[in-house]
């Protein structure tokens, strides 16, 4: 065991452990307070989804446990199968994203894209193998990138895709006709952009103009890269993100705690 890592649950059966544990690379997704000293955290993995795991005495004041399994942190984990819930063995954090706790922005950023994840996913699935380079490359980017909220929509519009709620934008949803380049219509219940000639007939529509509809056209078929190139308006994020935290948040029929807490310190720098 290297120096920066620690060792959890010592009493593990050396005979058994071989068989009952496993290696993995992890983005620590929730932390919570269990018990009197332990921490139940929330792990998405590339190949064993997402998961709970018990760090047993990560709470006490001199264990040296907790800043390796901080919130929005890439660590190398070792897990303990249990009859529950698994048992985190051994974590040595690999990548800490210091700029998500360092700046009070990026990391309200952080806890939106985290919370939409974890909503939008279930527990066990091992075929999110995609979900944890996206979300791997999203926290870089909103550790370092300068137009944090084009990062969002673009981790937006790939996850929605890769959980089957991907939007469409290339026809209309009504007629199936390929869009005009004019000012359309996106329907929240039908999962996409409406014709103006079509509207009466979608329900839960509102107007998107023909820029924001090419930004997110051109996002959705686009590596980050060329999108990195793009420099929108904050009239046009603004847009952006109406149109995409309604279709988000009427798909996932609630809304978002994380957004109310982005929209409040909103306020506060703007009254600064």
Known sequence: MSEGSFALNPDVNPNTRRQRTYRTQA???????????????????????KIDAV???????????????ELF????????????????????MTEPYLPLR????????????????DR?????????????TLLEETLTRLSYDGDIRRAVRYFELYLLDSVGFR??????????????????????????????????????????????????????????VQVAALKITPDLHTELERIMLGYIQYTLENKLQSVDFIQRLRRMTAAD
Do not use: W
């Open 120 to 132: 939008f996913t279930f527990d066990g699935d091992v075929h999110q193998g995609d979900l944890y």
């Open 73 to 92: 942190t890439r660590a190398e984990v070792l897990l303990s199968k249990g009859r529950e819930l698994d048992i985190l063995v051994q974590a040595e």
């Open 167 to 224: 939007p469409e934008l290339t026809e209309c949803v009504i007629t199936r006709e390929a869009v005009e380049p004019i000012d359309q219509y996106f329907s929240y219940a039908e999962g996409g952009v409406v014709a103006p000639e079509s509207r009466h007939l979608a329900l839960a529509t509102v107007p998107i103009s023909v820029n924001a509809l090419k930004v997110l056209r051109h996002m959705q078929r686009s590596p980050y």
């Open 102 to 117: 360092e700046e009070l922005g990026r990391g309200a950023y952080a806890s939106y894209v985290v919370e939409l994840l």
């Open 55 to 69: 760090a047993k005495g990560a709470r006490k004041p001199a264990s040296k446990k907790t800043g390796h399994v």
């Open 27 to 49: 983005i620590i997704l929730k932390r919570r307070n269990l018990g009197e000293a332990d921490r139940l955290l929330t792990l998405l993995t590339p190949d064993h989804g």
